[in-house]
Nanobody, 127 residues
Framework: QVQLVESGGGLVQAGDSLRLSCAAS????????LGWFRQAPGKEREFVAA????????YYADSVKGRFTISRDNAKNLVYLQMNSLKPEDTAVYYC????????????????????WGQGTQVTVSS
């Protein structure tokens, strides 16, 4: 399995921006479909964004569409989540996820479609 490590979380004010990064180990990163999820206290893990193996397809939760952007750099084994116009309701632990040897043009939006997970990074947005 791919090993994933998130970074870039922190405490920000409403309206600020953050960029999360997720570094992956292994030589199969370019074959992976990737996603970001988040989990707030007392709530279930929810889908945030996904990107296909081909890079050309991205998919977002309605709650973040137009504010968040997912991207990947296969040469560096990195996946990013650029978060703009942050709101207090974006406060959560953010996780990156990967599924190896994914179909070329597929994105996944449910947790059970992913094989590997990072440990998470905390994002806190104050009002």
């Amino acid at each position: 399995q791919v090993q994933l490590v998130e970074s870039g979380g922190g405490l920000v004010q409403a309206g600020d921006s953050l960029r999360l990064s997720c570094a992956a180990s292994g030589r199969t990163f370019s074959s992976c479909a990737l996603g970001w999820f988040r989990q707030a206290p007392g709530k279930e893990r929810e889908f945030v964004a996904a990107i296909s193996r081909s890079v050309s397809i991205t998919y977002y939760a309605d709650s973040v569409k137009g504010r968040f952007t997912i991207s990947r750099d296969n040469a560096k084994n990195l996946v990013y989540l650029q978060m703009n116009s942050l709101k207090p309701e974006d406060t959560a632990v953010y996780y990156c996820a990967a599924t190896e040897v994914a179909p070329w043009l597929v994105v996944y939006s449910t947790p059970n479609q992913y094989d590997s997970w990072g440990q998470g990074t905390q994002v806190t947005v104050s009002s």
